[in-house]
């Protein structure tokens, strides 16, 4: 199995930035691609942005430009980097695994943007 700790989030006013970090544990060798994903209130989860094993990645459109997402294979991280931050931006973040026979989800970490 696959366990998932996040870290980063936090408070940041309009235009700042975070860094979001996902350490991935256990059977690593399953995973295919990892994301984030973002929840703000009242809304459905949506995809933020996703890497491959490959290193292919992709965005949302209400991120493209602003945020990235990386990888480091030696310490079995993914990282979101985050700049331009705006109100709307607000939610709890969630790192995603996608492993050979589940979807694996971290605890979540909350990012607030103030305006």
């Known amino acids: 199995q696959v366990q998932l700790v996040e870290s980063g989030g936090g408070l940041v006013q309009a235009g700042g930035s975070l860094r979001l970090s996902c350490a991935a544990s256990?059977?690593?060798?399953?995973?295919?691609?990892m994301g984030w994903y973002r929840q703000a209130p009242g809304k459905q989860r949506e995809l933020v942005a996703g890497?491959?094993?490959?290193?292919?990645?992709n965005y949302a459109d209400s991120v493209k430009g602003r945020f990235t997402i990386s990888r480091d294979n030696a310490k079995n991280t993914v990282y979101l980097q985050m700049n331009s931050l705006k109100p709307e931006d607000t939610a709890v973040y969630y790192c995603?695994?996608?492993?050979?026979?589940?979807?694996?989800w971290g605890q979540g970490t909350l990012v607030t943007v103030s305006s």
């Open positions: 256990g059977s690593i060798f399953s995973i295919n691609a």
């Open positions: 890497i491959t094993t490959g290193g292919s990645t």
């Open positions: 995603n695994a996608d492993t050979w026979s589940l979807e694996v």
